[in-house]
């Protein structure tokens, strides 16, 4: 194997005429310059230099080896600078997929502080509800995933989970409803109403939560969009259960929120491989989404 040490060598002694000059210029022993261009032809297999007088001439496959040597050493210091700056965080990149509620409340916050803190990292995001968003990560089509779940499972065991926060749901009902001014509702109460819902994960954890109480909830609407669901509660076409996280950011008008009982609560994480824990820029990525979680 062709080291890169003894092409700088063989560039030295090609540059200079001499082993004695080429390790000057190297600072290094003449011995050594002599010993390094051994191995180099020992890995070649054939003479690289011949003895004329004084200096030494190149053979012509040392001529061809020089040539390529120029190549091969500005590659390998491009490499360096690149990789350098990756793991000092001065470049790089971190593909994120979210799902909205989470996109609209702790990915800006997140992404903000990791471009203020290494602006040469480039951050990205596609949205997806969980498990797409998982499936993503696995197939290699993010750097990080956010995701949520309603009861420990061993979906994840294979994964690096990193917790955000515990996001509590909430109903919510039409601003005129007997229910509007309550500080609590048992979601029993609601058995006969039209019921507005969300994406599949939540759908299912809905119509568990409501069997749990007695009721099956009779879903008139389904829709992943949250603003669409204030939208349909505000209307007075059912009631809904909303995460916190998503009232954060969405205007309910002609809706009230109302606590749960029992209540209902998810976890949110985030989510990488194993394997990509240790690159620098996902590493500071999620450090910023759990401090951001944690406000």
Do not use: N
Not at 14 to 21: C, E, I, K, L, V
Not at 169 to 176: A, M, Q, R, S
Not at 183 to 194: Q, Y
Not at 209 to 232: H, N, S, W
């Amino acid at each position: 194997m062709i080291e890169a040490r003894h092409l700088r060598v063989l560039r030295a002694v090609a540059a200079t005429g001499s082993f004695s000059a080429a390790a000057r210029e190297l600072g290094c022993t003449q011995p050594a310059v002599s010993q390094q261009m051994k191995a180099l032809e020992t890995s070649a297999g054939t003479p690289l230099l011949v003895c004329t007088g004084r200096e030494m001439r190149l053979t012509e496959a040392g001529e061809a080896l020089v040539r390529h040597a120029a190549g091969i050493l500005a590659g390998l210091t491009a490499a360096e600078d690149e990789v350098a700056a990756l793991a000092g965080l001065r470049a790089g990149r971190v593909r994120l997929v979210s799902f909205p509620s989470g996109s609209s409340t702790l990915v800006p916050r997140a992404v903000a502080a990791m471009r203020a803190d290494h602006p040469g990292t480039r951050v990205s995001l596609v949205e997806a509800e969980p498990p797409r968003s998982v499936d993503m990560l696995r197939a290699g089509d993010c750097e990080i995933a956010l995701a949520f779940r309603y009861e420990p499972s061993p979906e994840w065991d294979d994964l690096v989970v990193r917790p955000l926060l515990t996001d509590r749901l909430v109903g919510l009902v039409p601003e005129d409803h007997p229910f509007a001014d309550s500080a609590e509702v048992g979601i029993g109460t609601l058995a006969e109403e039209p019921w507005i819902a969300g994406c599949p994960r939540c759908r299912r954890h809905l119509v568990d939560v409501c069997e749990a109480a007695g009721f099956t909830p009779r879903i008139d609407f389904a829709t992943d969009d949250y603003p669409a669901v204030a939208g349909l509660v505000g209307a007075g076409l059912g009631v809904a259960v909303l995460p916190e996280l998503a009232m954060e950011s969405v205007r309910h008008k002609g809706a009230r929120a109302v606590r749960l009982d029992p209540e209902v609560r998810r976890e949110v994480v985030a989510l990488t491989l194993p394997d990509l824990e240790p690159v620098p820029a996902v590493t500071a990525m999620l450090d910023r989404l759990v401090a951001t979680g944690r406000r």
